[in-house]
C-alpha cells in the first residue's frame, strides 16, 4: 500500500513543480476546438492539449508528461497542469472500487485541509472510470483538484488537472477537455 500512497503524493509534489516557472506573458488559450491541438500518441495512451500549453515528458516525478497552462503575468506564480501518472498495480490486485477508497482516503488524511467535493464514476467507450474533484492546500497554494482514474490490467492511470482554488472555474472548462481527449489504447 505503500506505493499506493506515494502516487497521491507525488500528485501534491508535482503541483508545486508545475509553479514558480518564470512568466511567459502570454494570455491563455481559450480554444476548445481540438482538432487544433497538439496530440501525444504513446503505445499505451493518446491525448491533446492546446498548442500553447508546456509540454514535459522529462517523467518528472514519475510522470508520464505534465502539460502546463502559461503564465499570464508577472504576478501569476503558478502554472495550472494536467499530468499522468501510470502505476503499476500488480502486487495489491487491485480493482477500480478499491483504488477509489484508497485515494479518497488519502485524500482526507494526508493532504492539508484535503476535502472531496465530487465523487462519482463514469463512463467513456466502454471503460470506466472514476472522476473526483477535491480542494487542499500544499505549501502556500490552496489547490483544486480534478483526477479521473482507471484501473486496467493491474495499472491504475491516474490524470489530474490541478489549479489554484480560485482560479479552477476559469481553467476547468478547458482542463476537462484535455482530460476528455484521453484516450487508452
Known amino acids: 500500500m505503500h506505493k499506493i500512497i506515494i502516487v497521491l503524493l507525488l500528485t501534491m509534489t508535482i503541483s508545486t513543480i508545475a509553479s514558480g516557472q518564470s512568466p511567459i506573458n502570454h494570455t491563455e488559450n481559450k480554444d476548445n476546438d481540438i482538432s487544433n491541438w497538439d496530440s501525444i500518441n504513446e503505445d499505451t495512451y493518446q491525448i491533446k492539449y492546446p498548442s500553447n500549453w508546456d ?55 494526508l493532504i492539508t485541509e484535503g476535502k472531496i467535493i465530487l465523487t462519482e464514476r463514469k463512463q467513456k467507450d466502454g471503460e470506466e472510470y472514476h472522476r473526483v474533484i477535491y480542494t487542499g492546500k500544499q505549501g502556500i497554494y490552496n489547490l483544486k483538484f480534478e483526477q479521473y482514474y482507471w484501473v486496467i490490467e493491474n495499472q491504475a492511470f491516474i490524470l489530474t488537472l490541478t489549479c489554484e482554488k480560485d482560479e479552477f472555474d476559469k481553467y476547468q472548462e478547458i482542463g476537462e477537455t484535455i482530460l476528455n481527449s484521453f484516450e487508452i489504447k
Open 55 to 109: 509540454f514535459n515528458k522529462s517523467g518528472q516525478m514519475g510522470t508520464s508528461f505534465i502539460l502546463s497552462s502559461l503564465q499570464a503575468n508577472e504576478e501569476d506564480n503558478f502554472k495550472e497542469n494536467v499530468n499522468l501518472i501510470i502505476q503499476d498495480i500488480t502486487a495489491y490486485n487491485l480493482n477500480l472500487d478499491q483504488y477509489v477508497a484508497i485515494s479518497e482516503e488519502q485524500i482526507n488524511t
